[in-house]
């Protein structure tokens, strides 16, 4: 039967808990258990795939077609368990669910409250959906004290006791912070978001302390004493130079032998085997060079709306050996007069997904100097079909090229699928909800194109990635462009949706309609991005 590890966090936001519930899983992992990780949100809307990067960073898509918490991303690049629909959910979700069983007369006519009929509705999200899981870790999002989380706190309290403690531990993750002006680490919040917690009726298991440095073992006995915990149960989480050091540091530091000492396995399962994580640690500390990446695009001012594709690339950093290191520009800036030459010097440039018409013309032209410069070229997506644009206008002779989604245009070279498809063939393919000008979310079948570049680079002629878009490269177009010179080398198995394209004249240049960063894995690094940066290390020796 699974054990449970909830996880809450407390005096701030932003302290790591998707990061620490990820390399708790990993090392579970290496002791040879099994685990799968869940997300549950206390926001009201229903997923975050309407909630815009700057609040929320990246959205997270999962192969069944869930738009998800970026913590779900951290979950799988760490244990490689592919994430799931019922994985994350939302306060928006719990509620739709509840009401949609009153309007049914589920409930038959009882008054419905947030104890026990929202609460039950948690507990059977975090029981649902069983597999044959050692452990499953289940992270409370936000911080202890919030209103919004308080459905969540009585539900994983009441889970503890139903579960008792040989089946769930509750850890909480705070933080110790260091006054420069006095010279000492501070335990008061520490105290305060221990005390916030037993408010509602939980007491942690453990204590997870976030730090700039190492605690000393007086001050972890004094938060043992004041939080009523042993101390050996107050575990240093101090800073690392690398998120992938994560899993070594908290090993170093008894997290994981504090989980199995809760649960009376010490000593009865094997040391955990972390030769794979020294190894990516040993790349990461000591690389062998470096190559820059120019992402050109409009959320750069937060990376984390880019989080799976910084990770993804450092991923194919670390199959050559070398550091990567990211050039942010905000696309709108070559919308200006004499600035393309910002890009002088990078080794690659990546345009990568996104909506709507505020800097494309910027990314068109970063696109052309990467095409023009020979400078190594992968567009995301949004990326793809600005690759595709800037192609019609300047190869294949078509001036007015656009994309419907920036309004009409003579020549729609991107557009939804319903403006190009029409009659039975149309009505067959919206039929099932998932095309026809709705979100197309997901894992998908893309065929390649015999002796194309990406057959070479994935070494098969059928691959499945996800998907995030509305927006299609229109296929009427196909035979101008190729004539033109560019290359229609991935396909939708029914030959009706363009998903990849190159430039068989230039050392390398791919677009993708799909999201190749969301698989990337330290352990498996995205075939494309340790291609695309092995291409960055051969410009390096160019420049």
């Keep these: 039967m699974s054990r449970f590890i909830f996880i809450t966090g407390g005096v701030v936001s932003s302290l790591g808990k998707g990061l620490a519930s990820a390399a708790l899983g990993a090392l579970l992992q290496a002791r040879g258990y099994r685990v ?3 997300k549950l949100d206390p926001y009201l809307n229903v997923d975050p795939g309407t909630m815009s990067p700057y609040q929320h960073g990246e959205v997270y898509v999962t192969d069944d077609g869930a738009e998800t918490d970026l913590d779900l991303g951290h979950y799988e690049r760490f244990t490689g368990v592919p994430a799931r629909r019922s994985d994350n959910v939302t306060t928006g979700q719990i509620y739709m669910d509840v009401l949609s069983k009153e309007r049914r007369g589920d409930y038959l006519g009882a008054t419905i409250q947030v104890i026990p009929h929202v609460t039950d509705a948690i507990k059977a ?9 050692d452990f499953i870790l289940c992270e409370i999002g936000g911080t202890v004290g919030d209103i919004e989380s308080l459905p969540f706190l009585e539900a994983i309290r009441q889970l503890g006791n139903e579960l008792g403690p040989e089946r769930s531990l ?22 305060h978001s221990v005390k916030e917690l037993q408010s509602v009726g939980i007491q942690p298991d453990l204590l997870l302390c976030r730090s700039d440095r190492e605690l000393p073992d007086e001050l972890r006995r004094k938060i043992g004493q004041f939080c009523n915990i042993r101390p050996d149960a107050v575990i240093t989480a101090n800073d690392v130079p690398s998120i992938y050091d994560v899993p070594l540091r908290y090993h170093e530091n008894g997290f994981d032998s504090a989980v199995f000492r809760h649960f009376g396995l010490l000593g009865k399962c094997p040391d955990p085997d972390l030769s794979g994580w020294q190894r990516i640690a040993g790349i990461t ?14 959320y750069t001012s937060l990376p984390d709306s880019y989080k799976s594709l910084t990770e993804a690339l450092s991923h194919g950093g670390l199959e050559h ?22 890009l002088e010097g990078v080794h690659g440039v990546l345009v990568p997904g996104g909506f709507g018409e505020r800097g494309a013309e910027g990314k068109i032209a970063a696109v052309r100097f990467a095409r023009e410069r020979r400078v190594p ?12 644009i800037e192609a019609a206008r300047s190869m294949a002779g078509i001036p007015e090229a656009g994309s419907t989604e920036f309004g009409p245009c003579k020549d729609p070279v991107v557009g939804l699928l319903t403006e190009w498809m ?27 194109a015999d002796n194309s570049q990406v057959f070479g680079i994935y070494g098969t002629g059928t691959i499945s990635e996800r998907h995030r878009h509305r927006y299609e490269v229109n296929i009427t177009y196909r035979e101008r462009l190729e004539q033109a010179g560019l290359r229609f080398c991935g396909m939708s198995p029914d030959r ?48």
Aim: charged share 20%.
């Design 125 to 133: 999200f975090v029981l649902g959906d069983p597999g044959d899981e």
């Design 285 to 298: 500390a000591q690389p062998e060079g470096a190559v820059t990446i120019a992402i050109v695009g409009k």
């Design 170 to 191: 509750f850890v909480h993750l705070t933080l110790v912070p260091y006054i420069a002006a006095a010279a000492e680490l501070k335990t008061k919040p520490t105290q």
């Design 496 to 543: 009706r949706l363009p998903e990849i394209i190159e430039l068989p004249s230039h050392p390398w240049f791919i677009g993708v309609q799909f999201h190749p960063e969301l698989k990337s894995r330290p352990f498996e690094p995205h075939p494309l991005f340790t291609s695309f940066v092995g291409a960055a290390v051969n410009q390096s020796r160019l420049v």
């Design 422 to 448: 029409h009659g039975e063939e149309l009505q067959q393919r919206s039929a099932d909800g998932t095309l026809g000008g709705t979100m197309r979310l997901g894992a998908y079948d893309c065929m390649l």
């Design 321 to 342: 050996k070398v550091r990567v290191e990211i050039d942010w520009i905000d696309s709108e800036i070559f919308e200006r007069e004499d600035t393309i030459h910002q």
């Design 377 to 388: 070229y992968l567009g995301i997506c949004f990326g793809m079909q600005l690759a595709v």
């Design 36 to 38: 799968r990780l869940r």
